[in-house]
């Protein structure tokens, strides 16, 4: 039980081109979602908390504008990357709140790369 | 803001050793979680401990929260090739945040 599925797993954009993550809680719902990202050989710093039905919360430093997230559902959130640029490139991470424990279940993370 | 601090950052060991990692917050904590992440992978959630001086024990894993839960550690008994990988504290903030703010990591390599 509680798993969450992230797609792609992978992806390469151009620069300037927006990139869609799916985040998705398989066995149980999430009220709650967070987004982290992760540089190489680093811990993972929390982007935002996405709550459904309402907007997320982002944490200082990061651009709401350039990190849409969309929880539309209790087992659906997306993160979009508008206008990537190879700085974006990253591990990127989402975690849904819920389960059994009541605690934080990753997904398999995103590996974006943007040229 | 709560930081959460984790030693060491790397840690190398013969196989058969024992292995302990350590965390430390600048804040008083509701909980502290602990996961492992392998080498390309994820984090995976290993456990939470919620009470003042609580331990909890997993096979060859040993966890401890503090009294004043602001520490906790991780304690590996007779490490095996299988441990390596990335061990993350996590804390949660007291006040009802569902937020965890992560320690930095161990990352563990075993010498078979």
């Known amino acids: 039980g509680a798993v969450v599925s992230q797609h792609p797993s992978w992806v390469i954009c151009k620069s300037g081109t927006s990139v869609k993550i799916e985040c998705r809680s398989l066995?149980?719902?999430?009220?709650?979602m967070f987004w982290y990202r992760q540089f190489p050989k680093q811990s993972l710093m929390l982007m935002a908390t996405?709550?459904?039905?309402?907007?997320?919360?982002?944490e200082q430093g990061v651009e709401k504008d350039k990190f849409l997230i969309n929880h539309a559902s209790l087992t659906l959130s997306t993160l979009t990357v508008t206008s990537a640029h190879p700085e974006d490139s990253s591990f990127y991470i989402c975690?849904?709140?819920?389960?059994?424990?009541?605690?934080?279940?990753f997904g398999p993370g995103t590996r974006l790369t943007v040229l | 803001g709560q930081q959460v601090m984790q030693i060491p950052q790397y840690q190398h060991v013969q196989e058969g050793e024992d292995f302990t990692t350590y965390c430390n917050s600048s804040?008083?904590?509701?909980?502290i979680q602990w996961y492992k992440q392998r080498p390309g992978g994820h984090p995976v959630f290993l456990i939470q401990?919620?009470?003042?001086?609580e331990v909890k024990k997993q096979k060859r894993l040993t966890f401890q929260f503090g009294e004043a839960k602001k520490n906790s550690s991780l304690h590996i008994t007779a490490t095996q090739t299988t441990d390596v990988g990335t061990y993350f504290c996590?804390?949660?903030?007291?006040?009802?945040?569902?937020?965890?703010?992560f320690g930095k990591g161990t990352k563990l390599t075993v010498n078979p």
């Open positions: 401990l919620v009470k003042s001086g």
């Open positions: 996405s709550n459904e039905g309402s907007k997320a919360t982002y």
């Open positions: 996590a804390g949660g903030r007291q006040g009802g945040s569902e937020k965890l703010v």
């Open positions: 975690s849904a709140r819920g389960g059994v424990q009541d605690t934080q279940y």
């Open positions: 066995d149980f719902q999430a009220t709650t």
């Open positions: 804040t008083t904590l509701s909980n």
